[in-house]
């Protein structure tokens, strides 16, 4: 079921492909799917995901995981602990954008010096204020 618009139209907020390229093209999304892929196929703890994910507070981990998981890209398992435990895995699905954002990562770490370069540039052009 498709929240309306015209799929493939990347200029009408209702696209379906626009409205997971924003969830997925956030750096939270980005550093879940990284830090589940290089555990693969381990399967990581909440707290553990946290630790290695600086920054993160637990409330946008929990949302991100929480949308990864309705997307169908990380599985989640719940041990009947007290308190419970939680552990996430990425799924085929996850590790083929995974894929997808590797390539992603090399091409900014490939450009970052052209990037540094034009931002220096244009910070020299600014008027100062």
Not at 90 to 119: F, K, Q, V, Y
Request: proline share 7%; glycine share 6%.
């Amino acid at each position: 079921m498709t929240t309306g618009g015209a799929r493939g139209d990347l200029f009408d907020p209702l696209c379906p492909t626009r409205q997971l390229l924003d969830r997925i093209g956030t750096k939270w999304t980005s550093m879940a799917v990284k830090t589940l892929a290089d555990a693969e196929p381990d399967e990581v703890r909440f707290a553990e995901l946290k630790r290695r994910m600086p920054g993160v507070s637990q409330k946008m981990l929990s949302v991100t995981l929480r949308n990864l998981t309705r997307d169908g890209l990380v599985s989640r398992r719940v041990e009947p602990t007290v308190p419970p435990q939680v552990f996430y895995r990425l799924t085929g699905l996850g590790l083929s954008l995974e894929a997808a954002l590797a390539g992603l990562r090399t091409w900014a770490e490939e450009h970052m010096p052209e990037i540094d370069r034009a931002n220096e540039a244009a910070a020299q052009k600014a008027p100062e204020r």
